[in-house]
């Protein structure tokens, strides 16, 4: 958990405003359990997300999880909106290197793997697209730690 601080953007999305949805393929190898949430996600088929690569854009993120499945996918819910802490991992094309500025637009970065559950905030990377090319659009609006979007500290970013 961050601590307050007066007159910075800060998340907003709450898991009220997520939208049920089926997550990842079908059967019991696929599916996913509460280790997921928190992770970025893309549609990957009919009414069905799954985690994001990196580079992916973020169209939401997992916010919860059912423990049983209906029709042998795992079900769970999805936001798309709001703001979001995630930490910055660099560059698109490099992960790892460079800052993340205020107004940048980003993608996922580096993934943590199916069945591992976040240790920290979601990675995400600089895109290096221009903003009118991207269908799902993720700014950065708060450089919430060190003030600089350098890799690894933790920024807020907004889906616009």
Not at 113 to 137: E, I
Not at 139 to 149: D, E, L
């Amino acid at each position: 958990p961050q601590m307050a601080r007066d007159h910075y953007l800060a998340p907003s999305a709450t898991p009220e405003g997520s939208k049920v949805v089926r997550l990842a393929a079908a059967g019991a190898a696929n599916n996913y359990d509460y280790r997921e949430v928190g992770k970025p996600v893309k549609l990957a088929g009919d009414s069905r997300f799954d985690l994001c690569a990196a580079g992916d854009e973020i169209e939401g993120f997992i916010t919860s999880v059912e423990s049983s499945t209906q029709n042998d996918f795992s079900i769970g819910g999805v936001h798309e909106f709001g703001r979001y802490f995630v930490t910055a991992d660099g560059l698109r094309a490099t992960p790892g290197t460079g800052t993340i500025a205020i107004g940048d637009y980003v993608v996922a970065g580096t993934a943590v793997a199916k069945g591992t559950a976040l240790t920290g905030y979601p990675k995400v990377c600089k895109t290096t697209a221009a903003g009118n090319t991207l269908n799902f659009k993720w700014r950065v609006v708060s450089h919430w730690t060190a003030g600089t979007g350098a890799v690894g500290t933790t920024i807020v970013i907004e889906r616009v």
